[in-house]
């Protein structure tokens, strides 16, 4: 009777640890099966190893006119640096936004115009979304953006190619660092728990300011900053945070 136990225990055990593994492998792989082959090659990051405390929190789907306003304040008022991600038809519709926000001393990356999905769309559709904002964000500071997060994290060999040509670095996240903020119901103290539960240094922090739950990720930010200050973690910019890779 023990034995039959122990080796159904063991069985369930083992059958958790298979599925947990399937699912793992499946999660990575509706991703990209070359996304490591890119990270390597320095085309994607999703973080880097560094020996400084610092971390650096991106922004997406913005501006957004209340939730990118209120943000702003907010990292001015811990004196932090982020990274946005702009849609570029938002970009164009609020200037001003993204010119405080290179004013502030924030980094723009280009999150592509309407945040279509890319999955089954045209070299020439892709190229357009991606073109097209990189020239808006010029048009409004001065600067290309240097990294694009693809829409919905989407991934393709052809899709690579074109951000290549546009010389930009895909600018995607660390896995645990993706707090589900833009749910609605999350609120800023889940989501700023779970950036703390999860830290290490030289993470991506991927967040919304331009969901409909973004205020909560700004009240998130007011929690989170200064904890990670007392931790003696500096919030910095992507450029920055590759600034600061160390080089074995
Ligand atoms: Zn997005």
Redesign the pocket.
Known sequence: MFIVMRRKTAGMVFAGIFFFGISLGLYNFALHPNMYNWEKQGILIREVKTDQKVIALTF??GPDPVNTRALLQVLEKHEAQATF?V?GKLAEKYPDLVKEMTEAGHEIGN??YS?ADFNGKSDDFIRKEIKKTSAIIKDITGQNPKFF?P???YLSHAMVDLTKEEDLTIGYWTWEQDSKD?RNGTSGEQIAKHILNHLQSGQIVVL?D??SNGMQTVKAMDILIPQLKKSGYKCVSLSRLLELENHE
Do not use: I, V
Request: proline fraction near 7%; hydrophobic fraction near 25%; glycine fraction near 20%.
């Open positions: 997406d789907d991600f849609l999150h592509s945040h997060r829409p919905g994290g833009w919304h331009g969901a």
